[in-house]
């Protein structure tokens, strides 16, 4: 089983002594985002959970628990862009946040730690000239850091399209996709990285640009050293490809204000006033339990094929 910690909400910015407290009870409770009442109680036990995928723009008040993680092997994807203020008004200083990504990677190892540059979108203060010389810094700054960075490009939900609209941004058109692409392309490769594309439909091929999986199945399996059998993870958008996960986060939590977040719904104020509504040991994030509450126990299961790792530690590879 592979814990997603969390594409709705910053687990380790704002909740990761929440966190750690369910690791240390050994569960999580998560609600269904469509049926408010509907819970499922998630063992947490190491023996169960094969990896963590943790998302985050500021993962730095996790690390001082990193020794609570030792039984688990676990992987960042730091979303760490250039916006101002404006776009993202929660945010640390951004010399700050490349500070933490490069602890991190000193800490974990460049392969642990993915960069994130995204979502790319097009603002009269952004345009594509913009994006290029910031990636350029960024780059430079995070050079022997991290080997892969992840792109993707603004999806202007129905949710958030009025938001969107004041601010002034617009998705990206596609020849500017492909300028974008040759840009980051060439700073990418003089920086010892490479640039794939998260959940996008558009063919990048010809800049040396491929698909990638967030939760992938690949990356983990070199991780633990053995096979990680799992399917395709079949709540997310079809041109996704990660494998399947549990994430364990709540929507309407985050209190990083970014004006483009799909997870959001709700004013910047009423979402900080939410993130602020938390129990430390409640076993679900953001609220807690009652009797309306149904809970069903999830049986989660390793999906390590051990098989394959035991005729590896028998071959000495």
Not at 52 to 63: A, D, E, H, R
Not at 185 to 208: F, H, K, P, Q
Not at 279 to 299: A, Y
């Amino acid at each position: 089983m592979i814990i997603s910690a969390s594409r709705r909400t910053d687990i380790p910015a704002f909740f990761s002594e929440w966190l750690i407290q369910r690791i240390r009870e050994g569960y999580v409770c998560t609600r269904n985002p469509f049926r408010y009442h509907q819970v499922s109680r998630i063992s947490l036990a190491p023996d169960v959970v094969d990896g963590i995928v943790f998302w985050s723009k500021n993962p730095q008040p996790l690390m001082k628990y990193f020794h609570e993680l030792d039984a688990y092997m676990y992987y960042f994807q730091f979303t760490l862009n250039a916006y101002g203020k404006e776009l993202e008004s929660g945010l640390p200083p951004l010399e700050r946040r490349v500070e933490t990504f490069q602890s991190l990677a000193e800490r974990l190892g460049k392969r642990r730690v993915i960069w994130r540059y995204d979502p790319i979108l097009i603002q009269a203060e952004y345009p594509v000239s913009w994006h290029i010389r910031q990636f350029e810094r960024l780059t430079g700054q995070l050079k022997g850091c991290t080997e892969t960075c992840v792109i993707s490009f603004l999806d202007s939900y129905p949710s958030i399209r009025s938001r969107l609209k004041r601010h002034g941004i617009r998705e990206v058109e596609e020849e500017e996709k492909r300028i974008l692409a040759q840009g980051f392309s060439a700073i990418a490769e003089e920086n010892g990285m490479r640039i794939v594309t998260c959940c996008e439909e558009i063919d990048l091929s010809d800049y040396g640009i491929g698909h990638s999986s967030c939760i992938d199945q690949s990356l983990l399996s070199e991780l633990l050293g053995c096979r990680i059998e799992g399917g395709k993870d079949k709540g997310q958008r079809a041109a996704c490809g990660c494998m399947e996960s549990i994430d364990i986060g709540s929507y309407r939590t985050c209190r990083h204000g970014c004006v483009y977040c799909y997870a959001g719904g709700q004013s910047v104020p009423k979402r900080r006033e939410n993130g602020s509504d938390w129990q430390m040991h409640s076993p679900v994030l953001g609220s807690e339990l009652t009797e309306e509450d149904r809970i069903t126990e999830k049986q989660g299961k390793s999906l390590k094929d051990r098989q394959i790792s035991l005729l590896s530690d028998k071959s000495g590879k």
